[in-house]
Structures are given as structure tokens and as C-alpha cells.
């Protein structure tokens, strides 16, 4: 008798602990927020080096068939007039990476960290901040800013040539950072009168539509972007509305530039980061973790683009063979970083942001609310994608409530643990047709979920609905690139930043 009473304490204290474990919910709804372009980084190896011939790396990260499939890659403009004067350091460094990425379907877009030399105050290309400068600001002599857009021409021709069709030039790196390396300080009154007064000359028509990229501020500063969505002709003529987070939250620096630009049928990308730079080993899983978050935030931020800092390095995506920072950190081989890179290149690239119920935390910093868990989720063809990230040390049961009905799904499962996989993908136990989920989410976890909509269910109906037809529109397919000239099965997006698929 004593037994029977002690097992039923037993399944008793069991049952109450199971009733006792924590739960988050999230609920999913069918309002549009941003189309994302897609997920990058910088073609840059040691200081600021291009790859030149050595493209394993690039080779390894990009296109829809590689284990990450990034498809943005960003190159320096070097202050060279033909790509043929500057040793490594000119045009000719980052040609053979921007070759693969093209060939893969991928974007390539160039930012001068300087103009030529001889169009500056300080006659070099240097930023100025050094003793043998004297500490003269290098800025570009305004009786040079009509030959600012003619040398990019030079550099399109010079890449069209060598067969890499540019996608989009940036005015300026980091044009608020007075820096002792290659630099060019800009007020936004300046690029605004570079902009308005000169672009112009830049040729769209001859180099296929290349887009116009704003100067990308060290801190996504808002008044370098509020000068120029004042300005009629700017806003013309600045397509991407771009820059950098070191030192600044994206929930609450990104977020205000995105909701002026957004609506105007702009593009807002973070083209420059690193995260867990300064550690001396391999980053640990919960700095990855950390990196996960940004991208996270970045996208709840309202960007359209990620571009991270360099590809290959101890902090990044690939390994670089320094025996210093560990056995793991072999040259060219994919980090732990890379595939929780590849969660959302693989998975939210082309895709359209939905809103959760998770939104309400932004613009507040980790301090005030700690955001132990984190969310968001997108539209993405016939497929709701969910990304759900766990930071603490226990498990917690997520319910996620979707706008419409789904019939299967998959999840995509990183943990730390793995180490061979770093990616675990397991279909999800969906036996009909349901518009919520029950997941136990583990302790320190990314997850992944792509569910399934099922057509049959009549919640869809309004899935894909666009405010205004007459508001002007943009094209982009599948993978997130844009369309010029719009065919087949395209994703269409409204000035209001609504989206749906349309055949053309």
C-alpha cells in the first residue's frame, strides 16, 4: 500500500511539473510588412583586402545550391581610374568574387571608402586622421563633385567589361568617421548637394538601372537620410537608404529611417557589422546566439538587406587557417556562424515580413526589456516561415497561432551541439490541417519553421492583398532580386510596402 501511495505522489509531482512549464505565445498575422532582398557580406580578407584570385570562400557561401546561399556581396570601389594601377588594391581584387556571385544569380554592389586622391582636399585617398596628414579632414573639393559620377561610370564600364554587371553604387563608407585608412567626410547637407545637383550624370541607362546606394553612416544616423527624404530630387534619386550599427540598436536606429522610407518604395539595408569581433577564440555558441538577434532585430527594424563585415575571418563565416584561434578554424572551412547565417539566406531571402504579436518590443534596448526570446515571421511563396530564438538555459513550450491553415511543415534546428550538422532539419508532426503549433523550443536554440499553407483553407483568401493598385510598384523574383523587366511568377511590392505573387 505504502508503494502504491508513494508512485502516486510520484505521478502526481510529475504531472504538476509538466503543468508548471513556462509557455510563450505567438501569434502570427497576416499584415505585410518589408520584402527582403537577401543576406550578404564584404569581399574583404585581412585589412580590408579583396580575395583576388583565392575564391574558395565566396565560392562556399554563395548561390541557392551552397550551404549558406548568400546572394549580396559588397566590394570596394578602389580610388583607381582603370582597375590596372593599384596592385591587389584596385578593381582587379574583387573581379573573380563578383564574377561567381553573378554567375550564382546574386547581387554585387560597390562603396568607395574614398574618391580619387586628386579630387580631395588632402590629395589622397587617405581619410586624413594621422600625423603624416597633419590631421587635414579628407573631404571631396566641391569644384570636384562633377567628376564624382562620371568616375563611377569609369568603374561600371570597367566591371561591364569584365563582365560583372553592377547592381548598385554607394556614395560614401561610414562618411561621419574621420579614420586614418581610406576615407571621405561628408555633412548631409553635402551629400545632398552631391546628389541633387550631380547624380544625374550618373549612366543608368547605359549600365542596366544601377541603383543608387545613400552614404552608409558608422551609426545609421537619421539625419544623413532625413536630408535627403527632404529633398525632392534625392528621393528620386536614392534607391537603397543604407548603413552600419556599430554602437547602435536596430530597433532603434533603423526603425525610423525604414518607416520614412518604406512607403516611398525604397529599400533600407545594414551594410556593415561584425559581432564578437574582439574575442580572442572561435566565438561561442551563445555569441552566435547574439549574432542571430541582430539579424533578427535587423529585419524587425523594417531592412530589406543584411550585409555583414568580412567573409572570411575567426568572427565570421569562414575559417582562416589561424592556428591561434583554435583547431575549428580551418582556412576556407563553413564556422558555426555561417549556418546560423543560412537560417535566414536559405529561408527569408524573397520573402515578405509578416507582423507578430512579438513587434511591441521595439525601439526599447535589451537593458529595459531583456529579450530572452525572440521572434518574427514571413510570407514566403505557399509557405509561413517562423523564426523563434531561445537565449536561456531552459526549454519553454512555444504555441504559435498562424492567420490561416497549414497542412505540413519543417524545422530547421540549431543548438550548438552539433558537429558535423549544424543545421538539423526534421519534418514537423502536422497530421491535418491547423492554424496553431505546440513546440517544446530547447534551451539555447535557433529555430526554423516553414510551414505550409494549405490552399484549401478559405483564411488564405485575403492573403495577398495590395491597398492601392494605383500606388507605383516594384518587381523582384523569387530569390529577391529586382526585376526591371517583370516575367513570370514575380514578387510585386506597392509603395506602401505590401507585396504579393503576380504572374506577369
Known amino acids: 500500500m505504502k508503494r502504491i501511495i508513494f508512485s502516486l505522489v510520484v505521478l502526481l509531482g510529475v504531472t504538476a511539473a509538466q503543468a508548471a512549464k513556462p509557455r510563450t505565445s505567438l501569434q502570427v498575422y497576416s499584415t505585410k510588412k518589408q520584402t527582403i532582398t537577401g543576406f ?5 580578407d585581412g585589412a580590408m583586402k579583396p580575395f583576388g584570385t583565392d575564391n574558395a570562400c565566396v565560392s562556399k557561401l554563395y548561390g541557392a545550391k ?26 582587379n581584387g574583387s573581379l573573380p568574387s563578383a564574377q561567381t556571385v553573378k554567375k550564382r544569380g546574386g547581387i554585387v554592389f560597390g562603396t568607395p571608402w574614398s574618391p580619387p586622391g586628386e579630387y580631395k582636399t588632402n590629395g589622397t585617398a ?17 569644384d570636384c563633385y562633377e567628376k564624382f559620377f562620371p568616375w563611377f561610370n569609369t568603374f561600371l564600364k570597367w566591371m561591364k567589361d569584365h563582365g560583372v554587371v553592377m547592381d548598385a553604387v554607394s556614395i560614401q563608407n561610414e562618411p561621419d568617421w574621420w579614420v586614418n ?25 547605359t549600365y542596366d538601372g544601377v541603383r543608387i546606394i545613400s552614404a552608409e553612416p558608422l551609426g545609421f544616423r ?6 535627403l527624404l527632404k529633398d525632392q530630387t534625392c528621393r528620386e534619386q536614392v534607391d537603397i537608404f543604407a548603413g552600419h550599427i556599430y554602437g547602435h540598436l536596430p530597433l532603434q536606429y533603423i526603425k525610423p529611417v525604414a518607416k520614412k522610407a518604406l512607403p516611398l518604395g525604397k529599400e533600407v539595408w545594414m551594410t556593415e557589422h561584425s559581432v564578437t ?22 529585419m524587425l527594424a523594417g531592412c530589406t538587406g543584411y550585409i555583414y563585415w568580412y567573409l572570411r575571418a575567426h568572427w565570421a563565416f569562414a575559417g582562416t587557417g589561424e592556428k591561434e584561434y583554435g583547431a575549428a578554424n580551418k582556412k576556407d572551412e563553413l564556422l558555426p556562424r555561417a549556418f546560423v547565417m543560412s537560417h535566414f539566406s536559405k529561408n527569408v531571402t524573397g520573402s515578405t515580413r509578416l507582423q507578430t504579436s ?34 536561456t538555459e531552459t526549454t519553454r513550450d512555444l504555441k504559435i497561432t498562424l492567420p490561416y491553415n497549414v497542412k505540413s511543415g519543417m524545422l530547421w534546428l540549431s543548438t550548438g551541439n552539433e558537429t558535423e550538422n549544424l543545421c538539423q532539419k526534421s519534418d514537423l508532426d502536422i497530421a491535418e490541417s491547423i492554424n496553431s503549433y505546440l513546440y517544446e523550443m530547447p534551451a539555447k536554440s535557433l529555430n526554423t519553421f516553414i510551414f505550409m499553407v494549405d490552399n484549401g483553407s478559405t483564411a488564405i483568401e485575403n492573403v495577398n492583398l495590395v491597398d492601392d493598385d494605383d500606388a507605383p510598384k516594384t518587381y523582384y523574383d523569387l530569390h ?4 526591371d523587366t517583370p516575367h513570370g511568377l514575380c514578387i510585386e511590392r506597392s509603395a506602401n510596402g505590401k507585396s504579393r505573387k503576380v504572374i506577369m
Not at 70 to 91: A, C, H, K, V
Not at 277 to 297: K, Q, R, S, V, Y
Open 181 to 205: 585608412y581610406s576615407g571621405c567626410l561628408y555633412e548631409p547637407e553635402e551629400q545632398v548637394n552631391l546628389i541633387k545637383n550631380y547624380a544625374h550624370m550618373l549612366d543608368r541607362e
Open 126 to 142: 587617405q581619410g586624413g586622421n594621422s600625423d603624416d596628414q597633419g590631421n587635414v579632414r579628407g573631404k571631396l573639393r566641391e
Open 277 to 298: 569581433d574582439n574575442t580572442g577564440a572561435l566565438p561561442t555558441w551563445d555569441d552566435n546566439l547574439i549574432f542571430a538577434e541582430e539579424l533578427n532585430e535587423c
Open 480 to 483: 529577391g532580386r529586382r526585376l
Open 40 to 44: 550578404g557580406g564584404a569581399c574583404c
Open 358 to 391: 512579438q513587434d511591441d518590443t521595439e525601439g526599447r534596448t535589451k537593458e529595459e526589456i531583456p529579450l530572452n526570446y525572440e521572434f518574427s515571421a514571413y510570407e514566403k511563396g505557399d509557405s509561413i516561415i517562423v523564426m523563434a530564438i531561445n537565449t
Open 66 to 91: 551552397s550551404k549558406i546561399g548568400l546572394n549580396i556581396l559588397r566590394m570596394e570601389i578602389s580610388p583607381s581610374f582603370t582597375g590596372d594601377n593599384w596592385g591587389d588594391y584596385d578593381w
Open 222 to 227: 537619421a539625419d544623413y537620410y532625413d536630408a
